[in-house]
């Protein structure tokens, strides 16, 4: 077992205020993989005052500076990349292959992409009577969840630093582990002091403190849809910017003329992976009614191939879910999906009995699924994926409309110009054509109550600015 003991405020190690420590407990074995402080109240303002304390320093440096350190703190995590695969794996159960890959390279890359799009933050636009400038926001409060804790942090972080913020990192209770390695790496730089802060604790016990803090000026979130509500609320007396990245269901059709095969193959794998804990996972499979028993066979193929094992071992495509909370959330859907009438086409509760212990649960695919049921509207969040049969692609994209939600959606049709046109017809932040995948070039983010910001790319930085005008007399000198 690890233990850690200190939180990482104003550019040192530091013991927390209160006494209280919290568990990291690995899924797979639901044993205690390692212990973390637990911060109060007092620490938040601690974090609070060393952010505050270095913004001026920070926002004025050049360009160049902030390029140099970014870069730096992307070849520390280079070096140090096995640890931070280990403590992925150890503590929310993905699969070393999935970790080592996505998790912790992507997060890297896309890191350095940050450094790259820096530079923008020096251009300026001139207009007859005025000149527009990008500046940095502030004092950031960059909280996460825990399904994909590096990438979302560098989704946070890299867009912070290249405008010339300071941070508060408040990651997830279940997945603290890869931002104390961070702190570590971050500490060896040349980041000046107070630049970053990281405070490991229970969002219900310090998110109020840190999301109404007076001296913070932006709050970049991503989470449940509930959580986000009570930061947004916490946040609204002060008026700060509330960066919101929420849940989803995000809905995928398949068009008539689609190659079926690959389609239905992409909309499986994709909800498959993780566990189904990915925000944007097309869990809603929207297929022409005539074509529904093929797309079930192939369907239930394709999950054959997604079998939940030891995370630790290579060939291993699908772990345990993220904790023992979370497979009983999913079970419970389960259950509610079986009840409402839908087709339980494979999964459901069973795993091998080896891997009993651990937050396990089978692929699981439902189809016959209405749009109304409970599984089609609400974010399960596991490994769980629903088949709704329409007749025509007008009823298709009403059906992926009709939910709250607005996160992602994806379009498999004849041609590219065929999944353009119906892409374009989807509320959604982000839709995938003809088989794409996440790409951290391109923004992300949700349209309704899927969150209100963006990350990535250009956007994802601009999120970190505030917007000036310089207005000039042009008759003066
Ligand atoms: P969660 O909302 O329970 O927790 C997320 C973070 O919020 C954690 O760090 C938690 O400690 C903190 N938190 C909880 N209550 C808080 C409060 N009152 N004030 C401040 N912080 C608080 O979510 P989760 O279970 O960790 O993550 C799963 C959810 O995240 C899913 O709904 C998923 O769709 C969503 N998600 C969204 C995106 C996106 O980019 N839109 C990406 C990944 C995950």
């Not at 689609?258 to 993780?274: F, H, I, S, T």
């Not at 995948?437 to 790319?457: L, V």
């Amino acid at each position: 077992m690890k233990t850690f003991e200190q939180l990482y405020i104003d550019g040192n190690w530091v013991t927390s205020q209160g006494d209280q420590t919290l568990e990291v407990i690995n899924p797979a074995t639901a044993e205690v993989y390692a212990t973390v402080p637990s911060a109060n109240k007092q620490d938040v303002e601690l974090a609070i005052k060393a952010a505050k304390g270095a913004f001026d320093e920070w926002s004025a440096q050049p360009t160049e500076v902030r390029v140099a350190v970014i870069n730096a703190i992307a070849d520390g995590m280079q070096a140090r990349k096995d640890e931070l695969v280990e403590a992925i794996v150890g503590s929310m159960g993905c699969p070393i292959s999935i970790a080592e890959d996505l998790q912790v390279q992507g997060s890297i890359d896309a890191l350095r992409s940050f450094a790259v799009l820096a530079p923008e933050m020096d251009k300026q636009e001139t207009f007859d009577s005025h000149i527009v400038v990008n500046e940095a926001v502030g004092v950031c409060v960059l909280i996460n969840p825990w399904n994909y804790p590096l990438s979302q942090l560098m989704g946070k972080l890299g867009p912070a630093l290249a405008a010339g913020c300071t941070v508060v990192v408040k990651p997830a209770e279940q997945t603290p582990l890869q931002d104390l390695i961070l702190a570590d790496i971050i500490n060896q730089t040349t980041l000046p002091k107070g630049v970053f802060n990281l405070l490991t604790g229970v969002g219900s016990q310090i998110g109020e403190a840190l999301c109404s803090h007076p001296d913070v000026d932006m709050v970049s979130f991503t989470g449940s849809t509930q959580a986000g509500i009570k930061v947004a609320q916490a946040a609204a007396p002060t008026v700060k910017r509330v960066c919101q990245e929420l849940g989803g269901k995000s809905p995928f059709i398949i068009a008539p003329g689609a190659d079926l095969n690959a389609a239905v193959r992409y909309g499986v794998e994709d909800v498959m992976l993780n566990s189904g804990q990915t925000c944007s996972a097309l869990t809603r499979m929207l297929v022409p009614a005539a074509q529904l028993a093929e797309v079930e066979k192939v369907a239930k193929d394709v999950a054959a191939e997604w079998q939940p094992n030891d995370p630790m071992l290579e060939a291993t495509n699908m772990g345990p879910l993220s904790s023992h909370l979370q497979q009983s959330r999913v079970l419970a859907y389960i259950e509610k999906g079986i009840g409402e009438g839908a087709t339980l086409l494979c999964g459901g509760t069973s795993v091998a009995n080896e891997l009993i212990k651990g937050a396990y649960i089978a692929p699981t695919i439902f189809s016959n699924v209405s749009n109304d049921m409970t599984i089609a509207q609400e974010e399960i969040f596991g490994p769980v994926l629903c088949i709704l049969p329409y007749d025509d692609i007008e009823q298709a994209i009403a059906i992926a409309n009709d939910t709250p939600f607005g996160l992602a959606s994806a379009v498999y049709a004849a041609d590219n110009a065929a999944a353009i046109k119906i892409g374009r017809k989807l509320r959604a932040g982000q839709c995938y054509l003809q088989g794409a995948y996440f790409n951290s070039d391109a923004p992300f983010g949700g349209y309704k109550q899927s969150g209100n910001g963006r990350e990535w790319g250009l956007d994802g930085l601009k999120e970190y600015t505030e917007t000036k005008a310089l207005l000039i007399d042009t008759e003066a000198k």
